[in-house]
């Protein structure tokens, strides 16, 4: 199959998985079969969203709520990322904030949030929509540790190569919120959470830093992430750091609607009704995104010479969330940069097409969602007179595919399950 109809059968796949994976449906199933939960409610309800899909999970709970259990006097509130709110919502404050590095605006929202739900009684339930993004844009740190502070390690953890389970260890033990605090700030009250994954394996405690979530991690992890990554901090955030979490809620429950194992059965199901022969490679990719380009490259050329694992036309699909450790001083995301280093590894083959996608349709501090690359990507670099080795060099996958006209670009999704990967052979 040529790259033209490999490429179309791509945009297909993203395009179909982007709907399928918005978080209305799930969140109003669930608010339908559950609503006994709220129905009986003796006291006030709270729903608070945080996160990138925050503004979507909200919109679909308060379509549910505002009918279902209309007696019941709803408060709401939003935090999301910027260019993330879709519009208002009756019932509901909305802020956008600073993500994946909080600013003044995640401080005053989250000030918000503690002030709605400050001494609640027994009876109050906190409906509580967790997504992806939530430690950057629900924080409050803790007391002699600055926003400054919080930032400055932010951007150093997120630049060390850290996966996001090692980097929000950290936070949480720096958050008045983060790491099951937030569920201790509304106790006595209950608190649901319903949460749209993304991070691999579902670990609750690290998804939004697990604010209503017993903290699986301690505060002597916390200490060696940073030695790991040779991160120096002051005397005082190492004093913060040692004031552990807490490891036990009772107040809490909390159930998963929605991860990359869905985004991935979804890319398998409509590769197939497209005649593709289909392999879910793995849903935990975690490697550095540029040796991840290049392994996915070697599968390809063998789908392509010998027909293994898979059978021509194949699709092979995998989710996860590669890391970068970014040494350079250009622009990208791990998508970006994945597509990049597989691009270079296959130059100059035909039919074969590659897609990273990042869910949230925003991969790194850039306006891509991710990359489509096949054999000419690298190519069309060269025919500019410019190195695709050198953009890789310098992480700067984002002005490398601009220039090959093979960025990903699809603006906020609503959503957040992590990243996509599909890779199709004709
Ligand atoms: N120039 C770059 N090239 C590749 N990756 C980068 C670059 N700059 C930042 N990143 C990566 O982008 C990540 C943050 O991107 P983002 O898409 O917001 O993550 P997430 O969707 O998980 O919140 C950081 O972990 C960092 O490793
Ligand atoms: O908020 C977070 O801690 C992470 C994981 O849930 O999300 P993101 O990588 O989108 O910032
Ligand atoms: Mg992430």
């Known amino acids: 199959m040529e790259n033209k109809n490999l490429r179309e059968d791509i945009k297909t796949i993203i395009e179909k998985v982007k709907q399928e994976i918005l978080p209305d449906n799930t969140v109003k199933i669930w608010l339908k079969k559950n609503i006994s939960k709220f129905q009986d409610l003796k006291g006030n309800l709270y729903v608070v969203a945080i996160g990138k899909a925050a503004w979507r999970m909200a919109k679909a ?3 549910v709520l505002r009918h279902m259990i209309s007696d019941k006097v709803i408060h709401g509130v939003v935090v999301t990322k910027y260019n993330h709110s879709e519009g208002n919502i009756e019932n509901f404050e909305i802020y956008e904030a600073g993500h994946p590095v909080p600013d003044e605006n995640t401080l005053m929202a989250t000030k918000r949030v503690l002030e709605l739900t400050n001494n609640l009684k027994e009876n109050d339930v906190v409906l509580f929509l967790i997504s992806g993004g939530g430690s950057a844009l629900f924080e409050m740190p803790v007391d002699g540790v600055s926003l400054e502070d919080i930032q400055k390690l932010t951007e150093a ?31 006595p009250a209950k608190i649901v959470s319903l949460v749209l994954s993304d991070v691999l394996g579902d670990r609750l405690d690290s998804i939004a830093s697990g604010p209503a979530y017993p903290d699986g991690t301690t505060s002597q992890q916390a200490i060696d992430v940073l030695r790991k990554y040779n991160i120096t ?7 913060a750091l040692a004031q552990e979490t807490p490891k036990e809620l009772s107040n809490v429950e909390t159930f998963i609607i929605g991860s990359v194992k869905v985004a991935c059965e979804n890319a398998e199901k409509f590769a197939s009704q497209l005649g593709y022969n289909t392999f879910v490679l793995t849903t935990t990719l975690d490697c550095e995104a540029k040796e991840a380009g290049k392994f996915l490259a070697s599968i390809a050329k063998e789908i392509k010479n010998s027909d293994r694992p898979v059978k021509k036309p194949a699709a092979i699909i995998l989710g996860g969330e590669t890391v970068v450790k970014v040494k350079g001083s250009g622009r990208g995301g791990r998508n970006q940069e994945l597509a990049l280093s597989f691009a270079l590894a296959i130059e100059g083959l035909e039919n074969i097409v590659l897609c990273s996608f990042g869910t949230d349709g925003t991969d790194g501090p850039t306006d891509a969602a991710g990359g489509i690359v096949d054999g000419q990507t690298a190519h069309k670099i060269r025919k500019a007179g410019l190195s695709p080795e050198s953009f890789l ?33 004709g």
């Open 61 to 63: 709970a308060n379509d």
């Open 233 to 239: 901090v002051s005397e005082k955030i190492l004093n």
């Open 157 to 187: 953890l997120l630049k060390s190569g850290a996966n996001i389970v090692e980097i929000n260890n950290v936070r949480k033990h720096l958050s008045k919120v983060k790491g099951g605090r937030f569920a201790q700030h509304v106790y």
């Open 393 to 425: 060099e310098n992480n700067d996958s984002y002005n490398a595919l601009k220039i090959a006209g093979d960025l990903l670009i699809t603006g906020p999704t609503g959503t957040n399950v992590n990243d996509l990967i599909v890779l199709l052979v």
